[in-house]
């Protein structure tokens, strides 16, 4: 099956400051790769996606790059807000198993004032 | 869209006692999935339908966890007897097949606390 791997597992930053975080997968077949946001005590929401077909996808202050030949994908926050503050999870997943996501272990960001 | 709907949100029990926990998935959605989050092994699929047919349940930890899908509206996750280690969040979620890939909607979630 496939393998998420997701760094790093906690991040801090200033706000308006950025943040990345990063994510490798090991099935070349996947082809499209989710991320969601779970801030405390909510479910887990979808913030943006990304296809195998598309290297870059940006959504005002939230872009996720994806290099298909190093098998990462990762996201960016620029200007960050304390709102921002949230678990971060990224996925992975295959056309041959739809909705079948394999998820990475997450990131704690933490937005200072 | 009411999106997907858990229930109970919250429920304590004690050891041994059985657990039924319940989900709505979207209207027109065909796969259902059941998720578990725990902070020591994160999002874990426990078992995902489609059409109401079990696809894969080998996430589903043993013997005492069964899962049901009667109709295109209704499921149930169902834990008996209950143990301590099965205290965890459990998040249904889902989706359906169209262009716009494999996006997968969670409901709110089911908060499981077994004393």
């Known amino acids: 099956g496939e393998n998420v791997e997701q760094h790093p597992s906690t991040l801090s930053v200033q706000e308006g400051d950025s943040a990345v975080i990063k994510c490798t997968y090991s099935?070349?077949?996947?082809?499209?790769f989710p991320w969601y946001k779970q801030e405390l005590g909510k479910r887990p929401q979808l913030i943006i996606d990304?296809?195998?077909?598309?290297g870059e996808k940006k959504d005002q202050r939230i872009a996720v790059t994806l290099n298909k030949t190093a098998k990462h994908f990762s996201l960016h926050i620029t200007e960050t807000q304390p709102e921002d503050s949230a678990v971060y999870f990224c996925?992975?997943?295959?056309?041959?198993?739809?909705?079948?996501?394999?998820f990475g272990r997450g990131t704690q960001l933490t937005v200072w004032p | 869209d009411a999106g997907v709907i858990q229930s109970p949100r919250h429920e304590v029990t004690e050891m041994g006692q059985e657990v039924t926990l319940r989900c709505k998935p979207i209207s027109g959605h065909d796969y259902l999935f059941w998720y578990r989050q725990t902070m020591m092994r994160g999002l874990e699929l426990l078992i995902y339908?489609?059409?109401?047919?079990?696809?894969?349940d080998s996430g589903m930890p043993e013997d005492r966890f069964s899962a049901k899908m009667p109709n295109a509206s209704f499921s149930t996750l169902k834990i008996q007897p209950s143990e301590p280690r099965d205290s965890a969040v459990y998040f249904c979620a889902s989706n359906r097949k169209d262009s716009a890939g494999n996006t997968i909607y969670f409901g709110e979630g089911s908060w499981l606390t077994v004393v």
């Open positions: 339908f489609n059409n109401n047919v079990p696809i894969d």
């Open positions: 996925a992975a997943s295959k056309g041959s198993t739809l909705g079948r996501l394999y």
């Open positions: 990304i296809r195998s077909n598309v």
């Open positions: 099935d070349s077949a996947s082809n499209y």
